[in-house]
């Protein structure tokens, strides 16, 4: 039984059941700025392409091999972004399909998931392509971002409000003036990264360089308490937020702006994505040799907000436990990372083991080897291997960096040689990573 069947029946919408027969912007595009093609659990293949003109998606394609549902939710998503920025179109949700389409009968409801993953793909594929355009322009003598009267942060765009293209402009002002921008990721929660964030950020700082430590973990901060600065609160200087420093390291933390440690944000994507902007536009950071910026696990909002904001240089840092399914997350974090134009700097496998405090032998907790197992299969870096300590968790909960006070542990000693690969790593400020590889074949669940 076909959905068209299904309509006789009352059982879809007439939304759903038009799009089933006669779904449109259906086929590929001739001349387009973005393309993903992603394989569901289903088995169905569905394909993208958009065209994007003054920061405008004008027009935009599908294909798939899937199903009269298959096909209204491909044909909902083209036609809910067409006229919305990049920007905008990659917040589409499958709520927001399902929404116009009035419904898909339960066990189509995937589709509505499928099309918006695909999408999002297709415009992290055309952020991607527009960086590497903006790193041929870098070779050519213009950096893509300040130095240059054609740099597109100096042209206003056709779209844009004189608001906008000054926001804009402000942004990239900022973001000149930081080195390396790392994202700290992590395929699931539990697994260290706010750790290795702090821990990273403060050991950089400690080597001599200007640090910011940004947490754009909006549901659940937890730098604050990792800091040690639960208690301290921010200040405006102007139209600036002035961000706790410590030293030569500058914080800046939802949680530091929260009334208690328990309150609870709630928002949706694309007010995470103001948010996230305005952390980055708005705080004094001045100039920074590195902003290490601490996500929530997974590949939602946040780290995607990051990708699209931060401009050049950036990488991810991958943190993982040894154990199967934690490395299986991680393979979601390098995909992402493919598919928004983000380098990998690398993979970082953390309580890796723990050091018997009886006997100093060695006991494998969690199993040992996965993260560097994986690195090699996705060729990508491996940046080493961090044992499981008890005083990381009494160093976490006390609000003191461990890397520092316990220098010549196992774990500490660890933490240094990760930090020496990434400073060994960092590009120079203003320059610009290698080009992407071709768009991969490759499912995005
Ligand atoms: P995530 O940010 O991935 O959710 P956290 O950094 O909050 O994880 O760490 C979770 C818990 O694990 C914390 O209590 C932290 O102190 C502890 N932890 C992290 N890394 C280690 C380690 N190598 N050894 C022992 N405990 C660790």
């Known amino acids: ?54 920061q405008q998606v004008v027009h935009v394609g599908f294909t798939t091999t899937g199903c009269g549902s298959s096909r209204a939710a491909g044909s909902m998503a083209t036609e809910l972004v067409i006229n919305k920025s990049p920007d905008e179109a990659g917040f589409l949700e499958p709520a927001d399909i399902l929404k116009a389409l009035g419904g898909l009968p ?34 050519s003598g213009d950096c893509g971002t300040c130095s240059s ?21 402000a942004l990239a ?30 050991s950089l700082a400690l080597a001599g360089k200007s640090v910011g430590l940004l947490d754009v973990d909006i549901h659940g901060p937890s730098i604050p308490k990792l800091m040690g600065l639960e208690r301290e609160r921010l200040v405006a200087h102007g139209q600036e937020i002035v961000p706790i420093e410590i030293g030569n390291l500058k914080v800046m933390s939802i949680g530091l702006l929260l009334p208690s440690a328990t309150d609870a944000v709630i928002w949706r994507g694309p007010m995470k ?65 493919e598919k928004v134009g983000l380098p990998v700097v690398g993979i970082i496998e953390n309580m890796s083991g723990l050091a018997c405090p009886h ?7 969690f199993k040992t ?28 909960d006390r609000g003191t960096p461990y890397a520092h006070q316990f220098a010549e542990s196992p774990a500490a000693k660890a933490l240094a040689v990760i930090v020496d690969r990434i400073v060994a790593a960092s590009p120079r400020k203003g320059s610009c990573p290698e080009p992407l590889p071709p768009l991969a074949e490759r499912s995005w669940f």
């Open 1 to 54: 039984m076909n959905v068209s069947d299904l309509n006789v029946l009352g059982q879809v919408s007439p939304q759903v059941a038009e799009r089933a027969q006669n779904p449109r912007n259906y086929g590929p595009l001739e001349d387009w700025d973005g393309h993903a093609r992603l394989t569901g659990d289903c088995g169905d293949t569905m394909e993208f392409w958009l065209k994007v003109t003054n």
């Open 106 to 139: 339960r066990d189509s409801e995937h589709c509505a998931a499928m099309a918006s993953s695909t999408l999002r793909a297709a415009i992290g594929d055309y952020f991607a392509r527009t960086r590497a355009q903006g790193r041929n322009r870098s070779e």
């Open 149 to 169: 009267a054609e740099c597109p942060s100096k042209q206003r765009q056709h779209n844009e409000s004189e608001e906008q293209f000054r926001e804009r402009q």
């Open 173 to 202: 002002r900022k973001m000149c003036q930081i080195g390396y921008k790392l994202l700290v990721m992590s395929g699931k929660g539990g697994v260290g990264k706010s750790t290795v964030a702090a821990n990273l950020a403060a």
């Open 273 to 337: 994505y103001t948010a996230i902007r305005q952390f980055l536009k708005d705080v004094n950071w001045g100039a920074l040799d590195y902003l290490v910026i601490d996500a929530p696990p997974g590949t939602g909002d946040e780290p995607l907000s990051v990708a699209q904001l931060v401009g050049q240089p950036a990488g991810a840092v991958l943190v993982t436990t040894p154990q199967d399914l934690a490395v299986a997350d991680v393979r979601r974090s390098v995909s992402f990372c």
């Open 359 to 365: 006997c100093g032998g060695r006991i494998e907790l």
């Open 369 to 396: 080897g996965g993260g560097k197992s994986l690195a090699r299969e996705m060729g990508v870096p491996f940046l080493g291997s961090v044992p499981i300590d008890p005083e990381i968790v009494q160093c976490g």
